[in-house]
């Protein structure tokens, strides 16, 4: 199976060149990633629980699904291409902001990335990917956010990063 390859890019999120995905984390070059948050009409946010087997954050809860672009993909693209191989539906994606950050796991490995946050809305259930996803809720933002507080370690460590700057987004952006 060949390796998926991130895309390198400055602070400014200009593609400088591409690097295989394990070792642009074993080495922590800024690379563009996304993450995607869906919510319901009810304005519960969708979370996934991680594949046991996955080789970092295994069963940690974590937004509805997030990577990394592929060279000529758009953000709304790949968002929709990831929505649909995690959790087995698409929905119009909106992109709400982006920032850096820097996230070291146990495992020696660290996430540096330019993260592109979208939103989009779908009220059924999902079909999860069982290579990808154990399992699956909906939650209140504020629930989540509370949860975080008391059970941090229930947590994918960039969800928590990422998660804070959504809720902030969310609150900012109330009509």
């Not at 984390?25 to 594949?51: C, I, P, Y």
Request: net charge negative.
């Amino acid at each position: 199976m060949k390796e998926d390859h991130v895309i390198l890019v400055n602070t400014q999120d200009v593609q400088i060149g591409t690097m295989p995905k394990m070792e642009a984390h074993e080495k922590a070059q800024l690379h563009r990633a996304f993450s995607v948050f869906v919510m319901n009409d009810r304005g519960e946010t969708m979370l996934q629980q991680r594949a046991p087997h996955k080789y970092h954050s295994p069963l940690l809860w974590t937004n509805t699904c997030c990577s990394h672009q592929r060279v000529g993909e758009n953000n709304i693209e790949a968002g929709k291409r990831r929505l649909q191989e995690e959790m087995g539906f698409v929905t119009d994606l909106k992109e709400l902001f982006s920032f850096i950050y820097k996230a070291p796991f146990d495992n020696g490995l660290t996430e540096h990335e330019l993260d592109h946050v979208m939103i989009g809305t779908y009220n059924e259930a999902p079909v999860i990917n069982r290579e990808e996803v154990a399992d699956w809720k909906w939650m209140r933002p504020k629930d989540i956010q509370e949860d975080i507080a008391l059970n941090p370690r229930r947590y994918t460590v960039w969800f928590k990063i990422i998660f804070e700057k959504f809720y902030n987004h969310l609150i900012q952006n109330q009509s």
